[in-house]
């Protein structure tokens, strides 16, 4: 069974910080890692995914993530963040043999200051 | 595209009513799925149609919810007599690769 942990309930920063949102995950197999931006009042929607390849994936407006097996991390990453970018995030796993079965972390609440 | 769409965005009901959320997947889309969202939980997968057949039921509580999709346009998630602990937010997704969500429906039981 896979789970995913996301250590920081709420991460404060101001604008143009740059930002490191942290996931850790745990499954023996191959693994599909993703991230999902929630704004309050809405649903949640995609921003990045890895499977294989380039462990750094790049997603929408500016966001990326970094694969590291040896650290069963699937970080999220901002360069300058802005106050558009508060919202929850939530890192996600699944297992390739049963890929349809999304898990979700708790997600972290991002708080971008003036 | 309107994307996922949900409806009613907000539900009250008192204890031991039932409560109809719908869910009206992107068109195209073969894979629709309910979760319930708390504060406590966090997102908790509930079920899974492919192409309208119940794939993965196995997040239902087995009583009181249940869930159809009688045809590729829409599905129903269904709570007879809510209690209170039903109280969440219930998002539907759709997905043809990665999952798009509905805004979601609050259900709030007194």
């Known amino acids: 069974t896979q789970t995913v942990s996301q250590s920081d309930a709420h991460v404060t920063v101001f604008e143009g910080d740059s930002v490191e949102l942290r996931c850790n995950y745990s499954?023996?197999?191959?693994?599909?890692l993703s991230w999902y931006i929630q704004h309050h009042g809405h649903g949640l929607q995609f921003l990045l995914k890895?499977?294989?390849?380039?462990?750094v994936v790049q997603g929408v407006n500016g966001f990326e993530a970094e694969f590291s097996k040896s650290d069963s991390s699937f970080h999220l990453r901002k360069a300058s963040v802005h106050w558009s970018d508060s919202a929850v995030y939530f890192c996600?796993?699944?297992?390739?043999?049963?890929?349809?079965?999304?898990?979700f972390g708790k997600g972290t609440h991002l708080h971008v200051l003036p | 595209n309107a994307g996922v769409i949900q409806t009613p965005r907000h539900k009250v009901t008192g204890k031991g009513q039932e409560a109809t959320l719908w869910c009206e997947p992107i068109s195209g889309h073969s894979a629709v799925f309910w979760y319930r969202q708390t504060i406590v939980q966090g997102l908790e997968f509930l079920t899974y149609f492919r192409n309208q057949a119940p794939i993965d039921d196995s997040g239902m509580p087995k009583e009181r919810f249940s869930a159809q999709m009688p045809n590729q346009s829409h599905s129903t998630l269904k709570i007879q007599s809510t209690q209170p602990q039903d109280s969440a937010v219930y998002l539907c997704?759709?997905?043809?690769?990665?999952?798009?969500f509905g805004a979601g429906t609050r259900l709030s039981v007194l």
């Open positions: 890895y499977y294989s390849g380039n462990p």
């Open positions: 997704a759709s997905s043809a690769n990665t999952l798009y």
């Open positions: 499954y023996g197999g191959s693994i599909y």
């Open positions: 996600a796993v699944s297992a390739d043999t049963n890929a349809y079965k999304v898990i």
